[in-house]
């Protein structure tokens, strides 16, 4: 088989994948018995297996018990459809299997990644930088802690924690992710570290409470040294004053992180990026390409304008590895990864396949589909519960068993959508994720939740 034929194989399997999951159900039904059963008396491992039937098998396995993530009718997590080009990467990797832990292992894998996190890099406004590919944005945030750990205390890198004068603090809204509170565990800060600052109206941080929590923080012994604001909350879409914040840092001697896991690719929109002001000023961002740029997990990125504390934080010495080229170092020393996947070719392949208009044209069309799904609840007296330019929608209605409500969604096949609690509220979250979903999904969906809402009785049975 040629590559092109491959490549075609790939193409025609997804698009009758593609086919068949959106005219197929969404939701699994089976219990974790059911599986680990099948599992145990279908493979024991004990003899060699065909591997066609095995992977018929497998197929059909994440078929029936999965949420089927790529459906033009899930408004769930961040979890996209994904586009073909990142596919055939995610293969050619899979095939080649390159280690790029050294430059010199993997020496075109290592520039591709470099020519494209530049690349983002530049959008986001930053020059002279330190970027890395990394699993998620939880070990980009761990990327980002360790390295403003560094660059403010310097003998922690060598003697630790224990060598500090005061307790280190982080910052971040109540609204932002929690992977800050896992990571504040595992450095050592300890969760109680992070201090959980207050919101406006909008779900947005409150530069008054911020600005109270430090300086109350810095009276009674602690090292405030970390600010994080949001750029997309998980819940609602919340954008924090990222200016306000950076020119906040700044005055203060903290270090600002701008958490822009999923909203980060706002900034290659005309219509979104100027909601993203402020960004360029941080000192280190996380944005997912597994997220907005449509391609499969887990492809997540660290960026940081300081290229020295990067390199003071992650750097190893050992004689087993191959020595790196002059002219660059090698990324087990600059990034908490050793042994690491060709992450990256996935969103170099798809840039290159799409271009940038390509993916605008998609990050656009799901916000429009987002706000046409926002209009359409307003229309038909559904209460709108956050405010955001992203494809995002909290909303709710008077007298709604929003458990109850869901559960009938899910029987029916109708969407998948989350509950979410804003202001100690229930209400329903539904995002666009898929840059399939259309305005026939959106008016279908809406149409099918108003017909369950007027049978209350019968949702509630």
């Known amino acids: ?56 098998d497998v197929e059909r396995m994440m078929r029936s018990w999965h949420v089927q993530v790529t459906h033009p009718r899930y408004f769930g997590l961040f979890n996209p459809s ?9 293969t050619l990797v899979a095939m080649h299997n390159p280690q790029l832990a050294s430059w010199r292992t993997s020496p075109a894998a290592n520039e591709i ?25 939880a070990e980009a945030n761990l990327s980002a802690v360790a390295v403003a750990l560094t660059k403010s205390f310097p003998r922690y890198g060598g003697k630790g924690l224990r060598s500090l004068h005061a307790a280190p603090t982080i910052y971040l809204s109540t609204e932002a992710h929690h992977s800050f509170n896992k990571i504040a565990h595992v450095t050592g ?81 005309p219509t979104l990026k100027a909601h993203l002001a402020g960004i360029e000023l941080a000192d280190s961002i996380t944005c997912d390409a597994h997220k907005w740029f ?16 990067v390199r003071e934080a992650f750097h190893a010495d050992n004689s087993y590895m191959p020595h790196a080229h002059d002219a660059v170092a090698d990324p087990y020393t600059t990034s908490i990864q050793w042994s690491r996947r060709f992450i990256g070719l996935k969103l170099f392949f798809s840039l290159a396949h799409e271009g940038e208009a390509g993916c605008v044209a998609r990050i656009e069309h799901q916000t429009r589909m987002g706000c046409l799904l926002r209009a359409s609840l307003k229309r038909s007296g559904w209460r709108i ?32 959508m989350s509950e979410v609690r804003l202001r100690d509220t229930p209400a329903i979250r539904a995002c666009v994720t898929s840059f399939r979903t259309t305005e026939a999904d959106i008016a279908w969906v809406v149409g099918e939740m108003n017909r369950i809402a007027r049978t209350k009785d019968r949702y509630e049975t």
């Open 113 to 137: 990644e470099r020519h494209t996190l530049s690349w983002l890099a530049g959008k986001f406004g930053f020059a002279d930088t330190a970027a890395c590919f990394t699993t998620g944005g």
């Open 82 to 90: 994904v586009t073909l080009a990142s596919v055939v990467a995610d």
């Open 189 to 269: 800060l300890g969760r109680d570290a992070v201090r959980r600052v207050a919101t406006d109206h909008d779900l947005k941080m409150d530069l008054a409470d911020l600005a109270r929590r430090v300086e109350e923080d810095r009276e009674n012994g602690f090292a405030p040294f970390m600010v994080v604001g949001s750029a997309g909350t998980t819940v609602a879409g919340a954008i924090d004053p990222l200016q306000d914040l950076a020119q906040f840092c700044r005055s203060e001697g903290l270090w600002f992180h701008a958490d822009a896991a999923w909203g980060g690719a706002a900034v290659l929109s």
């Open 1 to 56: 088989m040629t590559t092109e034929t491959m490549f075609d194989a790939i193409r025609i399997a997804k698009e009758k994948l593609d086919s068949e999951i959106a005219d197929g159900p969404l939701f699994p039904t089976v219990t974790p018995q059911e599986i680990r059963s099948y599992l145990c008396s279908h493979y024991d491992f004990s003899t060699p297996g065909n591997v066609n039937e095995i992977g018929a």
């Open 294 to 309: 449509s391609v499969p997990v887990g492809a997540g990125m660290f960026f940081c304008r300081h290229p020295d504390a």
């Open 385 to 416: 519960a956050n405010s955001t330019p992203l494809p995002l929608v909290c909303f709710t209605r008077d007298g709604l068993d929003v458990g109850k409500f869901l559960a009938a969604l899910q029987r029916a096949q109708i969407a998948w």
